[in-house]
């Protein structure tokens, strides 16, 4: 999961800063491949990470490129931020309480934790042969598991 928000973070920053990427003759920003960032002509404790990105600033952006962000770009990048931050909190991406326990009273509890999972892991599993062995023991379960898995 760490690895795709971060593929995510990175895509987001490329894709933010290939259309404004600054050519001059001492500051390369976005040399040819548009996925190699060329920092050297930075300080040398300017790391970029899924972190850094959530909270980077239009004038950290400034001081980095040079380049004053348009209104139109300060909108997409409070929109990214806010993106990589709804997807970095795994609650943010899961299902409303009442949709969680109606399924969880059905037996479908356990689907709901899989597609949340993307089928990896144990939860799902151990949800699933509880409710087939008898269905109380998987409500109990979804139930104590809910907040990892509604918004």
């Given amino acids: 999961m760490k690895q795709k ?10 894709a933010i ?3 404004n990427a ?14 190699s ?8 404790s300017t790391t970029v990470n899924g972190k850094s990105l959530t909270t980077i600033t239009p004038n950290d952006i400034q001081k980095l490129t040079g380049k004053k962000l348009s209104l139109k770009e300060v909108i997409k990048l409070k929109a990214a931020q806010k993106l990589l931050k709804a997807k970095a909190n795994k ?8 949709i969680f326990i109606l ?10 934790m899989g597609i949340q999972d993307d089928f990896s892991g144990s939860t799902w599993i151990v949800n699933l042969l509880l409710t087939v062995l008898c269905w109380l023991p998987g409500f ?4 104590v598991h ?3 898995y509604t918004k």
């Fill in 17 to 19: 800063f290939s259309a």
């Fill in 37 to 44: 960032i060329d920092f050297s002509n930075f300080e040398k």
């Fill in 91 to 98: 609650g943010g991406e899961g299902y409303s309480k009442g």
């Fill in 22 to 35: 600054i050519n001059s003759s001492n500051k390369s920003i976005i040399a040819t491949n548009p996925t």
């Fill in 146 to 148: 809910m907040k990892d």
């Fill in 5 to 14: 928000i971060s593929l995510i973070a990175v895509l987001l920053f490329t």
């Fill in 140 to 143: 109990i379960h979804s139930m």
């Fill in 103 to 112: 399924l969880a009273l059905l037996g479908w509890a356990w689907l709901l």
